[in-house]
């Protein structure tokens, strides 16, 4: 399996944080649509039998924003089938407990309405559902430090984060030249941080999805 370092950082000031994307010259990531849409579902056991082993079972779509829009026809969809799991003790794992380290397994799949029924089949239901608008940056390739970093700046219905995912030392790099330390450094995932949320407005949690898809649309 392939090993995923990462962390997360809330970003209170859009504006500002932009900037200081373009000043560590930061740039966008591919040549198509910069943003996109992602639907996620996990899947699991009734008795929750993946999460109580740190498990995660998810079927991701992604859809490209075209012109300020999501979810056309036109727009090409790409969906993903992943599986993480805790990381085992290795060189590569950093031992500080100062990132989100996992075992990831990754697979492009044609479309998700039958793998989710082969889960159905197998005794598994998606019970939890959370999208984002996602944009992906990349640094320079004259930033040797930054080799194998990835930027990913998240737009969710509980605020705005950007996930850092790479080395240890390029994710420590980069948060300090964005403005952040390390305690600023969050290692939850999405569904405990609605969870938080939720909690904290004391509201009951259901799943983590924009009130009215098309006004949280950019």
Not at 27 to 44: C, M, P, T, W, Y
Request: proline residues 6%; hydrophobic residues 35%.
């Amino acid at each position: 399996m392939a090993r995923e370092t990462e962390i997360k950082l809330r970003i209170r000031d859009l504006p500002t944080f932009h900037r200081a994307l373009k000043r560590i010259g930061a740039r966008l990531a591919g040549l198509g649509a910069s943003k996109v849409h992602e639907q996620n579902v996990i899947f699991d056991t009734p008795p929750g039998g993946l999460a109580k082993h740190g498990q995660l079972l998810r079927i991701r779509t992604e859809t490209p924003v075209v012109r300020g829009k999501s979810h056309t026809p036109r727009a090409k969809q790409r969906v993903v089938l992943t599986f993480k799991q805790p990381a085992g003790a290795g060189p590569k794992n950093p031992s500080d407990g100062s990132y989100k380290v996992r075992e990831e397994i990754e697979v492009e799949v044609a479309e998700a309405g039958n793998l989710t029924k082969i889960f159905e089949g197998l005794g598994m239901k998606g019970w939890f559902r959370y999208e984002k608008y996602r944009t992906t940056f990349r640094m320079p390739s004259s930033k040797a430090w930054a080799k194998g970093l990835l930027i990913e700046l998240d737009e969710t219905p509980i605020g705005t984060f950007v996930e850092l995912e790479g080395p240890a030392a390029a994710i420590d790099r980069a948060a300090k030249e964005l403005g952040f330390l390390k305690h600023d450094y969050i290692l939850k995932n999405y569904l405990h941080l609605y969870m938080e949320d939720c909690r904290r407005k004391g509201q009951e949690p259901g799943h983590m999805v924009f009130p009215n898809r098309k006004s949280a649309s950019p």
